[in-house]
Nanobody, 126 residues
Framework: QVHVMESGGTSAQPGGSLRLSCQVS????????MGWFRHAPGKEREGVAT???????VYVDSVKGRFAISKDSTLNTIHLQMNSLKPEDSGKYYC????????????????????WGQGTQVTVSS
C-alpha cells in the first residue's frame, strides 16, 4: 500500500524560510513525477512545484525565485525549500505523486496525480 507522508510544516514570519519534506513508501519504483500543492481557506487548491524523474522542474509563477523543489537519493523523497515567505504562502501543503508520463504543462494540475498525503500546515504571519 502506498503511503505519502509530509513533514516540516510550521509557522514562520514574513521573509523567513521553511523546508518541507515528503516521502512515499510502499512503491518499489521511481514515480514519474512528484509535486507540492497548497490549499488556503477560501481558495482553490493550486499546484506549487513539481519535479519529474529526469529533474525537470515546474513552478507556479508566484513562487518562482523563492521556492526550490528537489529530490534526494532516497527513493521517492522530495523537498520544498521555501524562502522569502509571504503571508499569501500560508495554507496546507500536500505532496502528490504520479506514475504516468504527462507533459510539463499539465504537471501543476491536481487531477493527474495518483497518490496524496494528508498535508502539512504552513502559516506565515507576523
Amino acid at each position: 500500500q502506498v503511503h505519502v507522508m509530509e513533514s516540516g510544516g510550521t509557522s514562520a514570519q514574513p521573509g523567513g524560510s521553511l523546508r518541507l519534506s515528503c516521502q512515499v513508501s510502499g512503491y518499489t519504483a521511481n514515480f514519474y513525477c512528484m509535486g507540492w500543492f497548497r490549499h488556503a481557506p477560501g481558495k482553490e487548491r493550486e499546484g506549487v512545484a513539481t519535479i519529474d524523474d529526469e529533474g525537470d522542474l515546474v513552478y507556479v509563477d508566484s513562487v518562482k525565485g523563492r521556492f526550490a523543489i528537489s529530490k534526494d537519493s532516497t527513493l521517492n523523497t522530495i523537498h520544498l525549500q521555501m524562502n522569502s515567505l509571504k503571508p499569501e504562502d500560508s495554507g496546507k501543503y500536500y505532496c502528490a505523486a504520479m506514475w504516468g508520463r504527462i507533459g510539463s504543462r499539465y504537471r501543476l494540475e491536481s487531477q493527474v496525480y495518483n497518490y496524496w498525503g494528508q498535508g502539512t500546515q504552513v502559516t506565515v504571519s507576523s
